[in-house]
């Protein structure tokens, strides 16, 4: 059977490998809940694991062929879970289905009336959030899939019990295809995961099925200010609601006004004005991200109470401009920032804030996307005061290219790199002075740096 819908049903039963990943832990909390008999394995224990042993669902340790029972009658996997992993193997000895995850959320997004999945190169996970406060905020009691933390649900997700289900989108591996969206979100669309897509043509070409996978009485929800993302949906003959700065745009911010990193506007909706609200989050980006998020909700009906109140009560995402503290005075922020793009939101956020020096730390993220971008990366990293590069995070790659971060610093005059993070702790603590914002930045494990320094006493 490929279809995974077919095994939709109480009492099948089914393993998931990398059960307490970001989102196979809320996937089996979904699946338990719609009576299946769900275990699962993991590589360590983690608050996620002990969560779903709490709900009742079986977790194992490690993975060994012996955790893929006879009568199990199908498997999913994450992206990390590759062919050799000996349950995989195991399965496939036993001709049990293996599944990846996009597959099963995309089969279960088909048991909701609104599917709201939001894509684009940059900004996913801050405005799924922003969705998700406004959502909450008209009572839809939505069931929710983040890739980050969101402080209002404690987790990055939530399951619900409405009629709604919310979903950050991802194009890496097309895996956002196995999708149905009633409303579709494209943020923007740049080069990225050229490890994966051949370049900006291919990634467009994606985003477009994406797209055309919403129903004729569906809703694609762009960003006008953006070419690439209109070139890649127009015309795909679905309802088109835009958003962005510009007037022309459905939905529209006016009257904007900065006092510190928060932000008041007017959001306008087809000429008139919709609400007023008030963003706790600093950055013309994340007032764009507030747009798609109302644009989002208004095809859901949602009422501008809702938008209002909802976007009130968000102050970002996990590892989104997230304050972790303060060192000698300074302010201590991080962010997932790893992509050109994202480094110049943060730095235009961040500039305005009055503060004496921006201190950069900054990991790249993988060696296909450093060497792919290697020119604008310099540009970005030129702006901040100090810039400390930490060495390349692999993620899921090899270093066939021979590219280290040293690269990027021998570019950036007055750069630092450093191999170990440790050097780069011991170095902060000797610049950084009150007044100061120190930002970690990179979709690895840079955050540590941030985390260690405010420790200190």
């Not at 990055?156 to 956002?176: A, K, L, N, P, W």
């Not at 609200?277 to 009422?303: D, E, F, Q, S």
């Not at 702006?383 to 021979?402: H, K």
């Not at 790199?417 to 009150?434: G, H, K, M, T, Y």
Request: glycine residues 10%.
């Amino acid at each position: 059977m490929d279809d995974f819908g077919g095994f939709l049903k109480p009492g099948i039963s089914g393993h998931l490998i990398g059960v307490g990943g970001v989102s196979m832990s809320p996937l089996a909390e979904v699946l338990a809940g719609m009576g299946l008999i769900i275990d699962g394995s993991d590589i360590a224990e983690s608050e996620k694991t002990q969560h779903l042993r709490s709900l009742g669902i079986s977790v194992t340790i490690g993975h060994a062929a012996e955790n893929v029972k006879p009568e199990i009658e199908f498997v999913i996997r994450t992206a990390a879970v590759h062919d050799e992993n000996p349950e995989i193997l195991e399965a496939r000895r036993l001709g049990i289905p293996v599944f990846e995850r996009a597959q099963a959320w995309g089969a279960i997004m088909k048991d909701y009336e609104h599917a709201l999945c939001i894509a684009g190169t940059h900004g996913k996970t801050t405005t799924t959030s922003m969705c998700t406060h406004i959502l909450m905020a008209a009572e839809k009691d939505p069931t929710v899939m983040i890739g980050g933390t969101l402080p209002l649900l404690r987790a990055g997700h939530r399951v619900g019990g409405g009629d709604t289900i919310v979903m950050e989108s991802c194009e890496y591996h097309d895996s956002f295809l196995a999708f149905w969206p009633t409303v579709a979100v494209v943020l923007d669309i740049e080069a990225d995961h050229l490890d994966y897509f051949k370049d900006l043509e291919d990634v467009k070409r994606s985003f477009r099925k994406f797209a055309a996978r919403v129903p004729e009485k569906g809703f694609i929800v762009a960003n006008l200010d953006d070419a690439n993302t209109m070139d890649a949906i127009a015309p795909l003959g679905r309802k088109l609601m835009t958003f962005g700065l510009s007037e022309q745009a459905d939905v529209c911010a006016k009257n904007i006004r900065r006092i510190g990193a928060s932000s008041e506007f007017d959001i306008y909706y087809k000429g008139r004005k919709f609400t007023r609200v008030t963003l706790h989050i600093p950055g013309m980006h994340n007032i764009k991200n507030a747009l798609a998020a109302t644009a989002a909700c208004i095809c859901l009906g949602v009422r501008p109470a809702a938008v209002k109140y909802g976007l009130a009560g968000f102050n970002g995402a996990g590892r989104r401009f997230e304050f972790k503290g303060k060192y000698n005075g300074a302010d201590v922020y991080d962010d997932y920032a790893h992509h050109p793009g994202e480094l110049k939101a943060l730095m235009d956020a961040v500039e305005p804030l009055g503060y004496n020096r921006i201190i950069a730390v900054f990991q790249p993220h993988t060696y296909t996307r450093t060497a792919a971008l290697f020119e604008d990366f310099v540009v970005q990293l030129r702006r901040p005061d100090v810039t400390y590069l930490a060495e390349i995070y692999a993620a899921r790659e090899t270093n066939t290219l021979g590219i280290s971060s040293a690269d990027l610093a021998a570019k950036i005059d007055g750069s630092l790199f450093f191999s170990r993070f440790d050097e780069i702790e011991n170095s902060l603590r000797a610049v950084v002075q009150p007044g100061d914002i120190v930002l970690t930045v990179g979709a690895g494990d840079v955050y540590k740096i941030g985390e260690n320094l405010v420790l200190i006493k």
